[in-house]
């Protein structure tokens, strides 16, 4: 016998129990995380469904015999005609008694007319009527005498507080759209360049896919001129300094760029080819000739895929880009001066963010000795990470957008908002921007050097290159997170209510400073009473969670395009 | 002679299994897979009781392989699957519902690089008692003081029973792990190159102390070092690409071994 | 400290300049909170006047402020003495060595300011700025000087510095004693005239600090478990269909905005506590009935939104510890229970400990979520289910209102927001501290 089995023994089964428990319960905890996440979506998604009149009809007791229950409707459901004007209102009561559950549906018709009134009674044999006709505006009543609580659901129609062509409409959602061709409405001038610019497009992804004979022929008689088409690329661009900037004008402007820049490069490749007396047919050595080529078609394919949904298929939602917020009518609100917001004071912080960063990146990854000085900037670049974006809105609010003391005074503006966000976004680009030159494998460095290139040069050519595609995905996954940030706007000064389109440079043109972000938005509607504003919140949160997770994915989509490149 | 001509040479498994005295495990016949890479054929030796028996082999033969399926380490290799049996004594180790923990109990295992518990000195001992058993202080105490003593190491640490594990030099640290293993008086211990790690003096240390724990332990040693296995081991089995070529009392091994491949072994003509 | 750099050409200046532009953003920072900070306190301290100039000195030069200067030039002399052997020979030999008559005259002197002074630390501070100059001039030219004394020397600084916290803790008084000591915090009572302060209003920050440390450690109680758990479970236990669905849901998690979890606690989570507080208050646990914004509302979703942090970084914790530990205990006959709890969370600890104050630091900061959830009532309560108010909700409060700049209201954010700002800092400190010391180890 051992000595040692002399000792008292620990129960085996018991140990075996704690095993399955243990691994139960860390499965569990690991579980409630997507609970959480289940609950959370669900609460979101679902004040976006419109729900109608819903109540209850307090019990009859013997000081009340009989409970009522007020119902009215703001505007008609049916036209002069009498026809619909879109579904028809339905309501269900439902309540229990001793012979088990009782459902009951009435169909509501609300003529033009005022005043005109049916009421509704509820006893224990049921309801006396499947349909009423009420005036719009005029209030009628359910009578209970049942001492059971009778629930009132509206199942479908429009809500008692809709407008005039029954919108909203019990159980959709919030955020309507239409899709519909360009044509259908007619076309009109901007519209028709919309439509170029996108043939345009398609035809040069076409071209550098496939290029045929055909087509390389008339190219090659303009190659000489490849220098002037690349200039001409650029005019578009006037068209921003002209005229107001609108998504359209936006998608115009960019796929006439990129088409012209594509043409051009494909010129002068051709050009060169035909110096050289290359074969113009021979495909491989075509995609060759090209400078930037690839680049040029990331670039190509993600506007043609992104202007698809505007130009030819006019996507339209106009709760991101045409409503603004509507006291009245809460359904009828949609965000898009918050949505303009956002986008410029994200752009204003990414031309204010980026070169400052990646330059401090790169210094402190490639030129800097280690010194006290570096040191003590790269402490500060974590500790600044952690900091509470609160306090980043106050650095915000005394430099920014105050007048005296140190402040520049740019008052509570887009200007204001996007430099404090750009300080904010700041440590954190530069982290995931030394990360990615961090893991640019040494031997590059050494070789650039080895062949006598400056430090600059070996930066420039050789490292950045490499480290571009870490680099671009750390600062777009930044800036999606910069996004949702509402703290230190508030402090700067954001608005909850803007009615009208934002000025990006009104603080420099004084003009109309008010300016609000979509995350201000919610925070305003949540802050509002009434479960329609809520509705409209959740609705704007699912907006907000879209542009992040686009973001996202447009990172994802060039860390995926970079590495494959990287790998090839 | 090339890689190539040897492979032609392998003899099988060898079946050859005289051993002096009773064996403590019965290995027999075990194939082992890594997913579709098979890394065992067809091995079967004994390992005698109260000896030391060494495993010899070139780089990738299958020595640690062996040794890890001993005590149901592989299992923890989620693609490593194996046919054939272990037994010791009663139990049968490779069967599909073997109690893990009692196999691992009575077969404890010391590794390459020292790997003591981020605890105290005191507490690395008693860990594996305390999983077992409820030992009182006092129990406890001694049970740690002669497994320190078992192991060599007990008059460097006496006095900080209390400092932290890794604050030791490696070869106490190894010394530490053996104290840890034999704590719980398994029957066999199995090292996996305990010395590789160590300098010559902490493996001289090793090798003396094993000489020591034969008398009450069953020991399997798999290493590197020819001259460890000729000095430290009874048996000895010769493994190469999977397969166990020669197994053999040390002397005979070494000084007229029955394969030429071990032969070749031996006398450094590859490995 | 101006390090010399040589610039090698055009870009490295650029360059250079990008990097330093971190430091300005920094000191940017700070300057901004302690300047308005400062601008708060004079303020205060102003209209309560507590500037007026008796006998009794104030803030700084108090009598505590002197009692701390004269320890800290004693306690500056001894390391000056130390660290340069130069210096003791500069000494005129006449200045220090006096007869043993005048160093008594010398400590009769300062018992009699002592007991003229009637402040206890000042009269000590006397007697060791005597002490320390005899000391000095007995061993300067004691070469074994360098190793002694050296309680001597802490002692002079822990009096420095007790009297330097005292001075403007209590004596630069109400100010910042006010502030960090009480907790009544109405920073806009009546006041005939908005501008300035008056008797009316208080700036007792606790009121405000623990509410926000309620809604962090609850935060903290929900994060933790659920956290750590998911960890170990991700790390030891991994079953790839399990990790391929808890892996994402943590990221989508740690991804959502702070005002969605804002809603979600106005609109959902609310309620349910609301009934739960409802429930309590018929059992008698609680005094008053719950409102529907509280802290228990704030803690149960900023644990939430800091889950995804304590997961993440412990698992790299418990990823970081060797494989070996684990072999190790396993082969002892352990079960993987045993050996997670009984060695792997202890190998992992310190990073598994750094990854949770980290965690504290943010939901320390947190603005939107618990604004909306909390509320903005500023009381000192420990009733858990009746509104108040966060540091940083009283910001977000007092921004989103009208905000006049010189104002008393305008300024005050900026004290919360200093306060804030250093609790955060030391938090990321210390989580940053303990965490590349794991990280050395493994």
């Keep these: 016998m051992k000595e040692i089995d002399k000792l008292p023994v620990r129960n085996r089964k018991g140990r075996e129990f704690i095993e399955k428990v243990g691994s139960g319960g860390l499965a569990l905890t690991s579980i409630i995380g997507l609970v959480f996440l289940l609950i959370l979506v669900y609460q979101i998604a679902k004040p976006t469904i419109i729900d109608g009149e819903e109540g209850e009809i307090v019990a009859a007791t013997e000081f009340l015999p009989i409970s009522d229950y007020i119902l009215k409707w703001d505007n008609p459901s049916v036209d002069e005609d009498g026809n619909l004007i879109s579904e028809p209102i339905i309501i269900q009561l439902a309540w229990d008694d001793e012979n088990g559950s009782h459902e009951h549906e009435i169909e509501i018709t609300v003529i033009p007319q005022r005043n005109v009134k049916e009421n509704i009674q509820l006893n224990e044999n049921g309801v006396d009527t499947n349909e009423v006709t009420v005036g719009k505006k005029t209030k009628f009543f359910i009578y209970s005498t049942l001492s059971t609580p009778v629930s009132v659901h509206q199942i479908s129609g429009p809500t008692p507080a809709a407008n005039e062509t029954g919108y909203p409409q019990v159980n959709t959602f919030v955020i309507q759209s239409d899709v519909s061709t360009v044509f259908s409405n007619g076309?009109?001038?901007?519209?028709?360049?919309?439509?170029?610019?996108?043939?345009?497009?398609?035809?040069?992804?076409?071209?550098?896919?496939?290029?045929?004979?055909?087509?390389?022929?008339?190219?090659?008689?303009?190659?000489?001129?490849?220098?002037?088409?690349?200039?001409?690329?650029?005019?578009?661009?006037?068209?921003?300094?002209?005229?107001?900037?609108?998504?359209?004008?936006?998608?115009?402007?960019?796929?006439?760029?990129?088409?012209?820049?594509?043409?051009?490069?494909?010129?002068?490749?051709?050009?060169?080819?035909?110096?050289?007396?290359?074969?113009?047919?021979?495909?491989?050595?075509?995609?060759?000739?090209?400078?930037?080529?690839?680049?040029?078609?990331?670039?190509?394919?993600?506007?043609?895929?992104?202007?698809?949904?505007?130009?030819?298929?006019?996507?339209?939602?106009?709760?991101?880009?045409?409503?603004?917020?509507?006291?009245?009518?809460?359904?009828?609100?949609?965000?898009?001066?918050?949505?303009?917001?956002?986008?410029?004071?994200?752009?204003?912080?990414?031309?204010?963010?980026?070169?400052?960063?990646?330059?401090?990146?790169?210094?402190?990854?490639?030129?800097?000795?280690?010194?006290?000085?570096?040191?003590?900037?790269?402490?500060?670049?974590?500790?600044?990470?952690?900091?509470?974006?609160?306090?980043?809105?106050?650095?915000?609010?005394?430099?920014?957008?105050?007048?005296?003391?140190?402040?520049?005074?740019?008052?509570?503006?887009?200007?204001?908002?996007?430099?404090?966000?750009?300080?904010?976004?700041?440590?954190?680009?530069?982290?995931?921007?030394?990360?990615?030159?961090?893991?640019?494998?040494?031997?590059?460095?050494?070789?650039?050097?080895?062949?006598?290139?400056?430090?600059?040069?070996?930066?420039?050519?050789?490292?950045?290159?490499?480290?571009?595609?870490?680099?671009?995905?750390?600062?777009?996954?930044?800036?999606?997170?910069?996004?949702?940030?509402?703290?230190?706007?508030?402090?700067?000064?954001?608005?909850?209510?803007?009615?009208?389109?934002?000025?990006?440079?009104?603080?420099?043109?004084?003009?109309?400073?008010?300016?609000?972000?979509?995350?201000?938005?919610?925070?305003?509607?949540?802050?509002?009473?009434?479960?329609?504003?809520?509705?409209?919140?959740?609705?704007?949160?699912?907006?907000?969670?879209?542009v992040m997770i686009s973001m996202n994915s447009i990172a994802i989509i060039l860390r995926e395009y970079y590495r494959r490149r990287l790998n090839s | 002679?090339?890689?190539?001509?040897?492979?032609?040479?392998?003899?099988?498994?060898?079946?050859?299994?005289?051993?002096?005295?009773?064996?403590?495990?019965?290995?027999?016949?075990?194939?082992?897979?890594?997913?579709?890479?098979?890394?065992?054929?067809?091995?079967?030796?004994?390992?005698?009781?109260?000896?030391?028996?060494?495993?010899?082999?070139?780089?990738?033969?299958?020595?640690?392989?062996?040794?890890?399926?001993?005590?149901?380490?592989?299992?923890?290799?989620?693609?490593?699957?194996?046919?054939?049996?272990?037994?010791?004594?009663?139990?049968?180790?490779?069967?599909?519902?073997?109690?893990?923990?009692?196999?691992?109990?009575?077969?404890?295992?010391?590794?390459?690089?020292?790997?003591?518990?981020?605890?105290?000195?005191?507490?690395?001992?008693?860990?594996?008692?305390?999983?077992?058993?409820?030992?009182?202080?006092?129990?406890?105490?001694?049970?740690?003081?002669?497994?320190?003593?078992?192991?060599?190491?007990?008059?460097?640490?006496?006095?900080?029973?209390?400092?932290?594990?890794?604050?030791?030099?490696?070869?106490?640290?190894?010394?530490?792990?053996?104290?840890?293993?034999?704590?719980?008086?398994?029957?066999?211990?199995?090292?996996?190159?305990?010395?590789?790690?160590?300098?010559?003096?902490?493996?001289?240390?090793i090798e003396e102390l094993i000489l020591e724990l034969k008398k009450d332990f069953t020991v399997v040693i798999v290493t590197h070092s020819m001259s460890q296995a000729a000095r430290v081991s009874d048996y000895t089995g010769f493994m190469y690409l999977g397969r166990m070529v020669e197994f053999n009392k040390t002397e005979k091994i070494f000084s007229d071994p029955d394969q030429e491949l071990t032969k070749r072994y031996i006398t450094g003509r590859f490995g | 400290m101006v390090p010399k750099i040589q610039f090698e050409d055009k870009a490295h200046i650029f360059l250079f300049l990008s990097g330093l532009s971190v430091i300005f953003i920094t000191i940017g920072i700070i300057e901004t909170l302690l300047g308005e900070s400062v601008e708060f306190f004079q303020e205060v301290a102003a209209s309560r006047g507590w500037f007026d100039f008796d006998i009794e000195f104030k803030g700084l030069m108090s009598q505590y402020g002197m009692a701390s200067g004269v320890f800290l030039l004693c306690y500056a002399s001894m390391i000056l003495v130390r660290k340069n052997p130069n210096l003791r020979t500069k000494i005129p030999q006449t200045m220090v060595l006096l007869p043993p008559k005048a160093v008594f005259a010398l400590y009769l002197v300062a018992f009699i300011l002592f007991i003229y002074f009637d402040n206890i630390l000042l009269g000590i501070s006397m007697f060791c700025l005597i002490f320390t100059w005899k000391f000095i001039a007995d061993v300067s030219f004691d070469d074994d000087f360098v190793q002694q004394k050296f309680g001597?020397?802490?002692?002079?600084?822990?009096?420095?510095?007790?009297?330097?916290?005292?001075?403007?803790?209590?004596?630069?008084?109400?100010?910042?004693?006010?502030?960090?000591?009480?907790?009544?915090?109405?920073?806009?009572?009546?006041?005939?005239?908005?501008?300035?302060?008056?008797?009316?209003?208080?700036?007792?920050?606790?009121?405000?600090?623990?509410?926000?440390?309620?809604?962090?450690?609850?935060?903290?109680?929900?994060?933790?478990?659920?956290?750590?758990?998911?960890?170990?479970?991700?790390?030891?236990?991994?079953?790839?269909?399990?990790?391929?669905?808890?892996?994402?849901?943590?990221?989508?998690?740690?991804?959502?905005?702070?005002?969605?979890?804002?809603?979600?606690?106005?609109?959902?989570?609310?309620?349910?506590?609301?009934?739960?507080?409802?429930?309590?208050?018929?059992?008698?646990?609680?005094?008053?009935?719950?409102?529907?914004?509280?802290?228990?509302?704030?803690?149960?979703?900023?644990?939430?939104?800091?889950?995804?942090?304590?997961?993440?970084?412990?698992?790299?914790?418990?990823?970081?510890?060797?494989?070996?530990?684990?072999?190790?205990?396993?082969?002892?006959?352990?079960?993987?229970?045993?050996?997670?709890?009984?060695v792997m969370i202890q190998a992992a600890l310190s990073g598994i400990i750094a990854s949770i104050i980290l965690a504290l630091s943010r939901a320390v900061g947190e603005t939107m979520a618990v604004t909306l959830a909390v509320g903005t009532v500023a009381v000192f309560t420990t009733n858990m289910f009746l509104p108040a108010q966060t540091m940083t909700a009283y910001i977000a409060q007092k921004v989103s209102g009208d905000l006049s700049y010189g104002d008393i209201g305008y300024l005050t954010i900026f004290a919360v927001g200093l306060y804030l700002f250093f609790i955060t800092l030391s938090l990321n400190l210390l989580g940053n501290k303990i965490l590349t010391n794991f990280r050395e180890e493994y």
């Design chain 1, 187 to 546: 076309i009109s001038i901007e519209e028709s360049m919309a439509i170029i610019s996108w043939c345009l497009l398609m035809v040069m992804i076409l071209v550098y896919i496939f290029p045929n004979e055909k087509i390389i022929q008339p190219i090659a008689s303009i190659s000489k001129n490849h220098q002037i088409i690349r200039w001409i690329s650029l005019v578009p661009f006037l068209f921003f300094i002209l005229y107001e900037i609108t998504v359209i004008r936006f998608f115009i402007v960019l796929n006439c760029f990129i088409g012209l820049r594509m043409l051009a490069n494909l010129s002068e490749g051709i050009f060169r080819l035909s110096n050289q007396m290359k074969p113009l047919n021979d495909r491989i050595l075509l995609k060759h000739s090209i400078v930037n080529r690839d680049g040029l078609m990331l670039w190509a394919k993600l506007f043609f895929l992104v202007s698809t949904f505007f130009i030819p298929l006019n996507v339209h939602i106009p709760f991101l880009t045409e409503r603004y917020q509507d006291i009245f009518q809460p359904y009828s609100s949609g965000i898009r001066s918050a949505f303009y917001g956002t986008f410029w004071v994200m752009g204003i912080a990414m031309v204010m963010a980026i070169p400052v960063s990646i330059g401090a990146a790169i210094y402190l990854e490639e030129y800097a000795k280690p010194t006290r000085l570096t040191k003590l900037i790269q402490a500060l670049i974590t500790n600044l990470a952690g900091v509470p974006s609160i306090v980043f809105g106050l650095f915000g609010l005394a430099i920014f957008v105050r007048e005296g003391g140190f402040g520049l005074g740019f008052g509570p503006s887009i200007f204001a908002a996007g430099l404090t966000m750009g300080v904010m976004a700041m440590p954190i680009i530069v982290l995931a921007a030394q990360e990615a030159l961090r893991s640019v494998p040494r031997s590059i460095r050494e070789s650039a050097y080895g062949i006598g290139c400056t430090r600059w040069q070996v930066t420039k050519d050789h490292v950045l290159p490499s480290a571009m595609p870490g680099m671009m995905t750390g600062t777009i996954l930044a800036m999606s997170r910069i996004v949702g940030e509402a703290a230190p706007l508030l402090v700067v000064g954001a608005f909850g209510a803007v009615l009208f389109d934002p000025e990006p440079f009104a603080a420099l043109t004084d003009g109309n400073i008010n300016f609000t972000v979509i995350p201000i938005q919610i925070y305003a509607w949540t802050a509002e009473p009434g479960h329609e504003w809520h509705a409209m919140a959740a609705a704007a949160s699912i907006a907000l969670i879209a």
């Design chain 3, 152 to 342: 001597l020397q802490k002692t002079l600084f822990a009096l420095g510095i007790a009297s330097f916290s005292l001075a403007i803790t209590t004596n630069y008084s109400g100010a910042l004693g006010e502030f960090f000591f009480q907790s009544q915090w109405t920073p806009t009572g009546s006041c005939p005239d908005r501008r300035s302060l008056c008797e009316n209003m208080s700036f007792g920050i606790n009121s405000l600090l623990f509410t926000t440390i309620q809604v962090a450690f609850g935060a903290l109680l929900i994060a933790v478990p659920i956290g750590v758990g998911c960890a170990i479970f991700l790390s030891e236990y991994a079953q790839p269909r399990l990790v391929a669905v808890v892996k994402p849901t943590l990221e989508i998690l740690a991804g959502i905005p702070s005002v969605v979890y804002g809603f979600f606690a106005f609109i959902y989570i609310g309620p349910i506590v609301v009934e739960f507080g409802e429930y309590a208050f018929t059992q008698g646990w609680i005094d008053e009935p719950p409102n529907i914004l509280n802290p228990i509302n704030g803690a149960i979703v900023v644990g939430i939104m800091i889950l995804p942090l304590i997961a993440s970084m412990s698992e790299d914790a418990l990823r970081a510890v060797p494989n070996e530990l684990r072999e190790g205990s396993l082969a002892l006959g352990a079960t993987k229970i045993e050996t997670t709890v009984f």
């Design chain 2, 1 to 205: 002679m090339t890689e190539e001509n040897i492979e032609n040479d392998i003899p099988p498994s060898t079946r050859k299994l005289d051993i002096d005295g009773d064996a403590e495990i019965h290995i027999d016949g075990l194939d082992l897979w890594y997913g579709t890479k098979q890394a065992l054929y067809d091995v079967s030796l004994p390992i005698a009781k109260n000896c030391v028996t060494s495993l010899i082999g070139p780089s990738g033969c299958g020595k640690s392989t062996l040794l890890r399926t001993i005590n149901r380490m592989n299992d923890l290799i989620p693609i490593c699957r194996y046919e054939g049996k272990i037994v010791q004594g009663e139990t049968e180790i490779t069967a599909k519902d073997a109690d893990l923990v009692s196999i691992r109990k009575n077969i404890g295992m010391v590794f390459q690089r020292p790997n003591p518990f981020p605890k105290s000195i005191y507490d690395n001992v008693a860990y594996g008692v305390k999983l077992h058993h409820k030992p009182s202080r006092e129990q406890l105490d001694s049970i740690v003081e002669k497994s320190l003593k078992r192991a060599a190491i007990w008059s460097e640490v006496s006095d900080r029973l209390h400092d932290l594990g890794t604050s030791l030099s490696g070869g106490q640290q190894q010394r530490l792990c053996i104290a840890r293993s034999i704590a719980i008086e398994p029957d066999v211990i199995l090292m996996d190159e305990p010395c590789s790690a160590l300098d010559p003096i902490a493996t001289a240390a």
